[in-house]
């Protein structure tokens, strides 16, 4: 029987949504995939390397040695939502998000990009040109993309936190569900 040591690794990166905050590590929606791609036979480690508060410049700061340490062969890269609610100029975060891409993708791994929506307090042409930004940059680097992290739980409010902003422990099984989906052609 293979060890965790054994599997290639899928390498979840990505700030709090990503990361469980709120919740015990074990209930965050990287633990769930990890639990769904076994169940389908694939053999992976899924390693979780999100932070909590995490912008797109920390990101790329992080990113080089983490894939040295984990020498991942699918990175999912979850950024960009603190960049967002911070209101910092979205043509950095872009930056920041396509050389991430690059970076993981010179480094062998293939390379999932997942997205986020924000709330209307910075206007409407921030909101959507911050939501385009990623399938802006799935397309120009051509990989494969979730539109939106939230989708599967948004319009029920009662599977958020407190904060409305972070999702409870009964969502985070469908979220995983929704990336388990958009992740099959990777493998």
Same mark, same amino acid.
């Given at each position: 029987?293979?060890?965790?040591?054994?599997?290639?690794?899928?390498?979840?990166?990505?700030?709090?949504?990503?990361?469980?905050? =709120?919740?015990?590590? &074990?209930?965050?929606?990287?633990?769930?995939?990890?639990?769904?791609?076994?169940?389908?036979?694939?053999?992976?480690?899924?390693?979780?390397?999100?932070?909590?508060?995490?912008?797109?410049?920390?990101?790329?700061?992080?990113?080089?040695?983490?894939?040295?340490?984990?020498?991942?062969?699918?990175?999912?890269?979850?950024?960009?939502?603190?960049?967002?609610?911070?209101?910092?100029?979205?043509?950095?975060?872009?930056?920041?998000?396509?050389?991430?891409?690059?970076?993981?993708?010179?480094?062998?791994?293939?390379?999932?990009? @997942?997205?986020?929506?924000?709330?209307?307090?910075?206007?409407?042409?921030?909101?959507?040109?911050?939501?385009?930004?990623? =399938?802006? @940059?799935?397309?120009?680097?051509?990989?494969?993309?979730?539109?939106?992290?939230?989708?599967?739980?948004?319009?029920?409010?009662?599977?958020?936190?407190?904060?409305?902003?972070?999702?409870?422990?009964?969502?985070?099984?469908?979220?995983?569900?929704? @990336?388990?989906? &958009?992740?099959?052609?990777?493998?």
């Amino acid at each position: 029987m293979a060890t965790a040591a054994d599997k290639p690794v899928l390498l979840v990166f990505g700030d709090s949504l990503s990361a469980g905050y =709120g919740l015990p590590a &074990d209930q965050a929606w990287p633990v769930h995939l990890g639990k769904l791609l076994a169940a389908q036979g694939k053999t992976v480690q899924v390693v979780n390397a999100s932070v909590s508060g995490e912008t797109t410049a920390g990101g790329l700061t992080r990113l080089p040695a983490a894939l040295q340490q984990h020498k991942p062969r699918w990175v999912l890269i979850e950024l960009g939502p603190n960049d967002g609610l911070r209101g910092l100029p979205l043509d950095k975060a872009k930056a920041n998000l396509q050389a991430m891409v690059q970076l993981a993708r010179r480094s062998g791994a293939q390379v999932h990009l @997942i997205g986020m929506q924000l709330p209307p307090n910075f206007g409407p042409d921030y909101t959507k040109r911050f939501a385009a930004m990623y =399938g802006e @940059i799935a397309k120009a680097e051509r990989v494969s993309l979730t539109p939106f992290l939230l989708a599967p739980v948004i319009s029920k409010p009662e599977w958020f936190q407190n904060d409305q902003q972070h999702p409870t422990a009964p969502a985070e099984p469908l979220i995983a569900a929704m @990336i388990a989906k &958009d992740i099959a052609g990777l493998f």
